[in-house]
C-alpha cells in the first residue's frame, strides 16, 4: 500500500532534522477517525511517519466506542517497537452538542525528552462555545516548560471563527503557563480572528503551508487548505523550523492516502529563549 523505501528516507530526514541538541519537536496530525477503521498497516505507517519526534498531538480519536483509545494504544505500541519509550494520554470525550461532533484527543511523548506535569485536563472553561473543548497538557522539558493546546475546531462550514476567538483569552487565564496552541483550526493563519493572539506574540509556526488532502489531485496540486498550525509565544519560544510532512506522496492513490487522514501531520521545532527577568 505504500513504498517503504519512502517511510526509511522521511524517517531518516526528520532524525537528522531534529538532532539538533536543546531544542524539542512538535508534531500534531488530525489522523481522520482514528479508531477500528486504522488497519494493522495503516497504523504502523503512522508511527513511522512520527516516531522521529519528541511529543505528538492527535486530534479525531474516535469517541462513540473504545475503538479510538484503543488506536491509540496500538500507536504507542508501534511506536515502542521502533526502539524509542513512549507515554500517552487520551482525553475524556468531548462535549460537543451531538454525538457526531465530539471526540478525543491524546497526546504521546518520549519521556527520555519530556515529563508530564500534573494531569492533562479538557479546557472547561468555554465548553458551551466549543464543541471540542482543547486538551491541555504541561511538560517539563530540560529546566523549562512548555503547556501544549491540543484543538480541532469545528468544520468550515460551520464557521470554525466563532469558537477560535475564545482561544485569546487563554493567556490571560493562565498567565504562569507558556502555551503553544497546536492542531486543526479549519481557518488559515492570515485569518483576522488570530489578529489578537499574533498582538500578545502568539506567531503561525506555518506560513502559507497548505496541510489539508483534496479527494483527487488538480493536476499535481494534491493539497487543499491551510488548517492546521502552531501558534507559539515568540517571546518564550524559538522557532528553529516548521513544515508539513507530504505523506500522501507514499502512497500510489489519494485514496490510499486518505485512508490515512485527509490532513498532513505539521512538525515545528522550537528552542528555549532564555527567561525574560
Not at 498497516?41 to 473504545?66: C, H, R, S, W, Y
Not at 502559507?208 to 489531485?217: E, F, N, P, Q
Request: hydrophobic residues 45%; glycine residues 4%.
Amino acid at each position: 500500500m505504500f513504498r517503504t523505501f519512502f517511510c526509511f528516507a522521511l524517517w531518516l530526514f526528520s532524525s537528522s532534522l531534529f538532532a539538533q541538541q536543546n531544542s524539542f519537536s512538535v508534531c500534531s496530525w488530525n489522523l481522520k477517525d482514528l479508531g477500528l477503521s486504522k488497519s494493522d498497516a495503516e497504523i504502523e505507517f503512522v508511527a513511522q511517519t512520527v516516531n522521529a519526534f519528541d511529543v505528538v498531538l492527535l486530534q479525531e480519536v474516535v469517541a462513540k466506542d473504545p475503538a479510538g483509545a484503543q488506536a491509540v494504544g496500538r500507536l504507542g505500541e508501534a511506536l515502542q517497537r521502533l526502539g524509542s519509550q513512549w507515554e500517552y494520554r487520551i482525553s475524556d470525550i468531548t462535549s460537543g452538542e451531538n454525538s457526531y461532533k465530539r471526540e478525543r484527543y491524546a497526546f504521546l511523548w518520549k519521556p527520555s525528552k519530556l515529563t508530564l506535569l500534573g494531569k492533562p485536563w479538557l479546557e472547561k472553561k468555554f465548553e458551551a462555545e466549543i464543541n471540542r473543548e482543547p486538551f491541555v497538557a504541561s511538560f517539563l522539558i530540560g529546566s523549562d516548560t512548555v503547556t501544549l493546546l491540543n484543538f480541532h475546531a469545528i468544520t468550515k462550514n460551520m464557521q470554525p471563527e466563532t469558537e477560535v476567538k475564545y482561544l485569546k483569552f487563554l493567556p490571560a487565564a493562565y498567565p504562569d503557563l507558556h502555551l503553544l496552541f497546536c492542531g486543526d483550526f479549519n481557518l488559515p493563519q492570515v485569518h483576522t480572528v488570530f489578529n489578537p493572539l499574533k498582538k500578545m506574540g502568539y506567531l503561525p509556526a506555518l506560513i502559507a503551508s497548505k496541510t489539508s488532502l483534496r479527494k483527487d489531485c488538480q493536476g499535481n496540486d494534491c493539497l487543499a487548505s491551510e488548517f492546521d498550525n502552531m501558534f507559539y509565544q515568540s517571546e518564550r519560544l524559538q522557532l528553529v523550523s516548521a513544515r508539513a510532512i507530504p505523506f500522501h506522496l507514499a502512497f500510489s492513490s489519494m485514496r490510499d492516502a486518505n485512508m490515512i487522514s485527509d490532513h498532513l501531520p505539521i512538525v515545528s521545532e522550537f528552542m528555549f529563549k532564555p527567561a525574560v527577568k
